[in-house]
């Protein structure tokens, strides 16, 4: 089974996100994500993964956890990280159409895909702070 690190990067109250240019399913906004290469761990291969599709740089904080993907025959990684340096534009121009900062409660309206629990409880109790 394929596994993929999925990275929610945090920058102030602001989670980047990423447009795919073709939809999978009813995937089409969705955090900086990508394969885990063998002898990688899954928390660098979530920072790796969000330099090489939008310049930014993170480093992590603390992992959400892991799941079988319910839609599709991947295992997922979650980490949330923190924002370092970088300018987000779309880097990897062949999987994406655009990049943004969006609120928790943009993420809300843009994910339509299936939500890992742990992530939408966190964005949750951010919109309450």
């Known amino acids: 089974m394929k596994k993929i690190a999925v990275s929610v990067v945090k920058k102030d109250d602001k989670y980047l996100l990423v447009k795919r240019r073709q939809k999978e399913g009813n995937l089409l906004w969705q955090f900086p994500s990508g394969g885990i290469e063998e002898n990688e761990n899954d928390d660098s291969a979530a920072i790796r993964e969000?330099?090489?599709?939008?310049?930014?740089?993170?480093?992590?904080?603390?992992?959400?956890?892991?799941?079988?993907?319910?839609?599709?025959?991947?295992?997922?990684?979650?980490?949330?990280?923190?924002?370092?340096?970088?300018?987000?534009?779309?880097?990897?121009?062949?999987?994406?159409?655009e990049v943004k900062w969006c609120s928790a409660n943009e993420v809300f309206d843009l994910i339509?895909?299936?939500?890992?629990?742990?992530?939408?409880?966190?964005?949750?109790?951010?919109?309450?702070?």
């Open 50 to 97: 969000t330099f090489e599709e939008t310049g930014v740089v993170c480093k992590p904080l603390f992992k959400f956890g892991e799941r079988e993907h319910p839609d599709f025959p991947v295992k997922l990684f979650y980490w949330l990280n923190e924002y370092i340096a970088g300018e987000a534009f779309v880097k990897d121009n062949e999987e994406l159409s």
């Open 112 to 129: 339509t895909s299936n939500l890992y629990e742990k992530i939408k409880e966190y964005l949750e109790k951010q919109l309450t702070k």
